[in-house]
């Protein structure tokens, strides 16, 4: 019965010894686990893990012309604007001019109304166009003559992005057919 007895004893001390060594283990285990798969994330450099890093989000737009418009009131250019940026942004205002592609200005560009873009979304840009005295008159002309003309538009773009308004420089070339406006049949 002694027998039967320590072999009770030393399986309990057996247990307890077990207990004792994961509650020691563990806890360096599970400081220890977070730490190496944090290494290997960030290619087993310390100092790459405990660094401070910032990737700011991409934005971008990219701006594709539309048959402008013409009116009593002037002419309105149409853009298919699309969001390639990774933030909802609102284009609040446009302060601009168009050129031709000789440098000679024809007027000034502003915004018609404001435009929401959310991420990867499109939707028309329209800009009214303020013709200068005689531009109306040179663009026709040129018209006439060449059937097209290449047009660029500088100016800046004010947006909004989580409340904050920021400038954005925008230049953009483009080609208008005399079709587009109406002043020859194709």
């Given amino acids: 019965m002694l027998f039967v007895f320590g072999s009770r004893v030393r399986g309990k001390l057996a247990g307890d010894g077990l ?16 730490l190496m798969y944090g290494l290997s994330e960030h290619d087993w450099s310390l100092s790459s893990l405990v ?4 990737t700011p989000p991409r934005i971008g737009v990219e701006m594709e012309p539309k048959t402008p418009e013409v009116s009593d009131s002037g002419i309105v ?3 298919q604007v699309n969001n390639t ?38 939707e028309e840009l329209a800009l009214n166009l ?7 008159r040179n663009l026709v002309l040129k018209l006439m003559q060449a059937r097209n003309l290449d047009l ?7 947006v ?27």
């Fill in 51 to 54: 660094a401070f890093h910032y």
């Fill in 160 to 186: 909004e992005v989580f409340g904050l308004v920021a400038e954005v420089p925008v230049s953009e070339s483009f080609e208008v057919r005399a079709e587009d406006l109406g002043l020859v049949r194709s």
């Fill in 130 to 136: 303020k013709l200068k005295d005689r531009a109306l």
């Fill in 77 to 79: 250019l149409r853009f």
């Fill in 85 to 122: 940026s990774e933030l909802e942004f609102r284009i609040i205002s446009f302060k601009g001019s168009v050129h031709t592609s000789e440098g000679v200005e024809l007027g000034d560009l502003t915004l018609v109304e404001e435009v929401v873009l959310p991420p990867g979304g499109s």
């Fill in 19 to 34: 207990v004792k060594f994961l509650a020691l283990v563990l806890p360096f285990i599970a400081f220890l686990a977070p």
């Fill in 152 to 158: 660029l538009i500088e100016g800046k773009m004010r």
